[in-house]
């Protein structure tokens, strides 16, 4: 049976859907306001990772990722590149479908766009304006008011008064307390603006998310999903929205991975360290970056450095080196036998991919002995699951060894022997091995050949 660990309870628990055997996933997807970077990947590659094995367990999921296509960078980004909201959006989506593509994401089942949404947004609020959860600021906007909210803080662990303590001095007159958050925000000049009973305005930003997964989910479902970062406030005030407006629980599983590290430092554009899918499969077969993606566990920081895509790039070819020039037998996976079993075990475990991808090396070692048909069908349709293994092997593997290739990880082996770094000669050996590199180490200097 499947267990997943859920932020809400703090532990794993055993997966039951609301209704048997179908599964509602909504997961908080991009603001299209600029091309997604490495944290955007994780995301992506995680829950489609989640999404697969779901449908690989014989369970109908219907996978929903919303688009925010209208807030406050995404007005001003337009404003700056003197274009309009409907093209700078439109055109980071294709370029977030073409990311998604690349790195073997399916579709969603449904990409709802907050602008297609505005008037459930009105009728949330208004709804909550009636409940007492809401009211309207002097200066035209919409809070909710937390604190008549009874169980604010449950996701996240916070208490009011931790929040309270930590609140700096607010310059915000128009709220009756400083914890309270917009929902929706009167026009501006020059802003885009829709029809409501506080007068022209826009939506905030977490009404966005409870009006899109009630819309396509209903208003009590499964799973609900994003990074790390979105556990507070923004989940925590989609619960206080969509609790406070139907007056039942919203979501039964919360599931966030972890952050992205870069060089065991903090992703951000302020150091420099800020990195874009397109960026990184310039340098690395897209396949490359979604093995080292679900080679950590979701929920673990995933640091990113070349070293780590160097190997994850080896493990990789260990892998399509397992399937070169054996004929695949693509037979139904037999779930008893040993190593689907195994793989079975693993994703069961809370979605436990370094565990299952220690089983598909297993299985390649297996591949590498017997290079029987039936084994190679299996990793292939074990992999698959994952995502991976898509390629022609040959292809894979003559892309990843091209003469520049080689020779620049010659030249760095080179002066890692001089400065005698030899833990990193052997590394870049080992790599070049995996790759059917053979290297010969001569007076007049390193040769090498294909094995």
């Known amino acids: 049976m499947l267990k997943l660990y859920n932020t809400l309870s703090r532990e794993k628990e055993t997966f039951t859907p609301i209704e048997p055997g179908k599964v509602r996933m909504y997961v908080c997807g991009m603001t299209v306001y600029d091309y997604c970077h490495l944290g955007h990947a994780r995301v992506m590659v995680v829950f489609d990772m989640v999404t697969r094995w779901l449908r690989a367990s014989g369970l109908d999921v219907n996978y929903v990722r919303n688009i925010t296509d209208i807030d406050d960078k995404i007005i001003a980004r337009a404003a700056e590149?003197?274009?309009?909201?409907?093209?700078?959006?439109?055109?980071?989506?294709?370029?977030?479908?073409?990311?998604?593509?690349?790195?073997?994401?399916?579709?969603?089942?449904?990409?709802?766009?907050?602008?297609?949404h505005v008037d459930g947004m009105v009728?949330?609020?208004?709804?909550?304006?009636?409940?007492?959860?809401?009211?309207?600021?002097?200066?035209?906007?919409?809070?909710?008011?937390?604190?008549?909210?009874?169980?604010?803080?449950?996701?996240?662990?916070?208490?009011?008064?931790?929040l309270r303590a930590g609140e700096r001095v607010e310059v915000e007159t128009a709220k009756r307390d400083p914890l309270d958050f917009v929902l929706w925000k009167s026009a501006k000049p020059g802003e885009p603006a829709w029809e409501s009973p506080w007068g022209q305005g826009r939506p905030g930003w977490h009404i966005e998310c409870s009006v899109m997964s009630e819309h396509h989910l209903g208003d009590h479902f499964d799973?609900?999903?994003?990074?790390?970062?979105?556990?507070?406030?923004?989940?925590?005030?989609?619960?206080?929205?969509?609790?406070?407006?139907?007056?039942?629980?919203?979501?039964?599983?919360?599931?966030?991975?972890?952050?992205?590290?870069?060089?065991?430092?903090?992703?951000?554009?302020?150091?420099?360290?800020?990195?874009?899918?397109?960026?990184?499969?310039?340098?690395?077969?897209?396949e490359i970056l979604r093995f080292f993606i679900l080679r950590a566990h979701?929920?673990?920081?995933?640091?990113?450095?070349?070293?780590?895509?160097?190997?994850?790039?080896?493990?990789?070819?260990?892998?399509?080196?397992?399937?070169?020039?054996?004929?695949?037998?693509?037979?139904?996976?037999?779930?008893?036998?040993?190593?689907?079993?195994?793989?079975?075990?693993?994703?069961?475990?809370?979605?436990?991919?370094?565990?299952?991808?220690?089983?598909?090396?297993?299985?390649?070692?297996e591949v590498n002995r017997t290079q029987s048909a039936q084994d190679t069908g299996l990793l292939k349709s074990l992999a698959g699951i994952l995502g991976l293994l898509q390629q022609s092997p040959e292809v894979f593997l003559q892309r990843g060894d091209s003469s520049a290739d080689v020779d620049?990880?010659?030249?760095?082996?080179?002066?890692?022997?001089?400065?005698?770094?030899?833990?990193?000669?052997?590394?870049?050996?080992?790599?070049?091995?995996?790759?059917?590199?053979?290297?010969?180490?001569?007076?007049?200097?390193?040769?090498?050949?294909r094995a």
């Open 408 to 449: 620049a990880l010659i030249a760095q082996r080179v002066a890692a022997k001089q400065s005698k770094n030899f833990a990193e000669a052997d590394r870049i050996r080992n790599l070049l091995s995996e790759q059917g590199i053979v290297l010969e180490d001569t007076p007049q200097g390193t040769t090498w050949r």
């Open 223 to 286: 799973i609900h999903g994003g990074g790390a970062d979105l556990q507070f406030p923004h989940h925590e005030n989609e619960i206080a929205q969509s609790e406070g407006a139907h007056g039942c629980d919203f979501v039964n599983y919360w599931m966030h991975n972890g952050f992205v590290r870069v060089d065991d430092e903090k992703m951000s554009k302020s150091l420099g360290n800020f990195f874009t899918i397109r960026e990184v499969v310039k340098k690395y077969d897209a």
């Open 123 to 162: 009728n949330m609020i208004e709804r909550l304006i009636e409940r007492g959860l809401a009211y309207v600021g002097n200066n035209g906007d919409v809070f909710y008011s937390v604190r008549d909210f009874k169980s604010y803080g449950k996701l996240s662990g916070k208490s009011l008064e931790d």
């Open 298 to 365: 979701y929920r673990s920081p995933l640091n990113y450095s070349d070293k780590h895509l160097d190997d994850a790039k080896q493990g990789l070819t260990r892998l399509y080196t397992a399937l070169r020039g054996v004929t695949a037998d693509t037979s139904t996976i037999d779930w008893n036998s040993t190593y689907p079993a195994r793989f079975k075990a693993a994703m069961d475990d809370d979605f436990n991919t370094p565990e299952a991808f220690a089983v598909l090396f297993d299985l390649a070692n």
């Open 81 to 116: 590149n003197g274009e309009s909201i409907g093209s700078l959006t439109q055109r980071f989506i294709d370029a977030m479908d073409a990311d998604s593509a690349a790195l073997g994401v399916l579709r969603p089942d449904s990409e709802p766009r907050a602008t297609q």
